[in-house]
């Protein structure tokens, strides 16, 4: 929609939530939705900022900040060059936001985001559950169906959805498996073969 002409607010757009809540797959859905994963004009992700504890990053990243809001040029000492940082946007996640710098915090906009209803998981595992069923056209009405949906989220007890995503590819993987073992010992009908 803006052809790479956007210009973003200068702040870092931090998104907090508990793991597994699909901070990441956001940000970089939204980079691919602006056209700026090119180098020119990029989006820059800086995901689980709270886990930089080295108090030098820490420093340069404060800086980097506050250079990017005043609207400066970050020179990179490595490759001797300029930066532009203007048509940059940078993204940060962060998991335990308890657990981010204070002085980090205090250079980044912070949005933190509400935890995922029972609804919304279950409609977020029946979309992944749909992309793994396509795969398999020969197992009539897929290889996961409503019921395991419903019965992993009864057991697995977790805020976002990856141990539960991690469970549906684990179901996947165990088909792939049953599948191919299943045709390596299927009896051909030449017995030469």
């Keep these: 929609m803006t052809q790479g002409r956007f210009w973003p607010k200068r702040e870092v757009i931090c998104y907090s939530s ?3 809540m699909g901070k990441t797959t956001f940000v ?10 090119c180098s020119k004009n990029p989006v820059i992700l800086l995901d689980e900022l709270e886990k930089v504890e080295d108090k030098e990053i820490q420093k340069h990243l404060i800086q980097l900040f506050q250079d990017y809001k005043a609207g400066k040029k970050f020179t990179d000492k ?3 060059t300029e930066i532009d940082l203007s048509h940059i946007t940078f993204f940060a996640t962060v998991n335990y936001i308890d657990d981010l710098d204070l002085e980090l915090k205090k250079e980044i906009d912070i949005t933190e985001l509400p935890d995922f209803t029972d609804e919304e998981k279950e409609k977020i595992l029946k979309m992944k559950a749909d992309e793994i069923n396509e795969k398999y056209p020969e197992k009539k009405g897929g290889i996961i169906n409503e019921r395991i949906i ?5 057991q697995i007890k977790e805020v976002g959805v990856r141990q539960a995503e991690r469970a549906l590819r684990k179901i996947e993987e165990e088909y792939i498996y049953t599948k191919n073992n299943n045709e390596k010992f299927t009896v051909t009908e030449n017995p030469s073969e």
Excluded: S
């Design 78 to 80: 490595y490759f001797q």
């Design 18 to 20: 508990a793991p597994g």
């Design 28 to 37: 970089q859905n939204l980079a691919n939705a602006m056209g700026r994963d």
């Design 150 to 154: 419903k019965e992993i989220l009864k």
